[in-house]
């Protein structure tokens, strides 16, 4: 592909650094939400429901640590008065390497960076159409830092799918994969759900492998896909 076709923005790397100095200073009196999900002063899961979701709906407690595999029911305000619910699937943690970026303007800074794959099935499960919004996850770095996913102005191959499909409504599961750029060759510490500063954010942390096409071999040279799942909705083959 020809690179007038697959051109990295210069705003990718703006983008991701700002997010992650920005959300790296949300703890209030300066102390942030460490990586395990002890953001809140008792460090305990907060069981009630934070946010009104349809009947049949059970959120996952505010300050739940998961492993790569399981599931989060969620819930989030995209914009004020509108509220979405999903459930949440991360599938894969995985190392990627600037090879699999081929064609694409990688600078200097760029490349100072440790990129990441995010692999996640997510389905709505609420009342709102979330068509579009970016999937709600962070990074957390080696520094207990919030990274978001980083954006492409057009289809990367190897990790696509960090935002839901044009109409993405109840019942609809979408596989999501999003790219983290890590400043300072950072580490995956985990993945976190955290929509707003005062939530105690929900968090997975698992092994991470090597993305498919690093040479890694076994799990992860496969890219640690997951074969099961639905292919009930309008999203495509992401991810």
Wanted: charged share 20%; net charge negative.
């Amino acid at each position: 592909m020809h690179n007038d076709q697959m051109r990295l923005p210069a705003r990718l790397l703006a983008v991701t650094l700002a997010a992650s100095l920005l959300l790296a200073g949300c703890g209030d009196d300066g102390e942030n939400p460490d990586a395990d999900g002890t953001g809140s002063p008792t460090g305990t899961p907060t069981a009630e429901p934070y946010l009104p979701v349809p009947d049949g709906v059970e959120l996952t407690a505010q300050g739940s640590t998961l492993a790569v595999g399981d599931t989060a029911t969620v819930a989030y305000e995209p914009r004020q008065d509108v509220i979405g619910a999903m459930e949440i699937n991360v599938t894969s943690l995985e190392k990627a390497t600037f090879d699999l970026f081929v064609g694409w303007d990688l600078t200097k800074q760029i490349r100072s960076t440790s990129p990441y794959f995010v692999r996640a099935k997510v389905t709505n499960v609420g009342d709102t159409d979330l068509g579009g919004r970016p999937v709600p996850l962070y990074l957390v770095d080696g520094e207990n830092r919030l990274i978001e996913s980083s954006l492409f102005t057009g289809s990367f191959k190897p990790c696509d799918g960090a935002s839901f499909p044009k109409k993405f409504k109840n019942g609809d599961t979408h596989r999501a994969c999003m790219v983290y750029l890590a400043p300072g060759k950072g580490d995956l510490a985990a993945v976190s759900f955290r929509p707003s500063q005062e939530f105690n954010p929900i968090i997975w942390q698992g092994d991470v492998v090597p993305a498919k096409g690093t040479g890694g071999g076994g799990k992860g040279g496969k890219g640690g896909d997951d074969k099961g799942g639905d292919k009930k909705s309008g999203s495509g083959n992401n991810g």
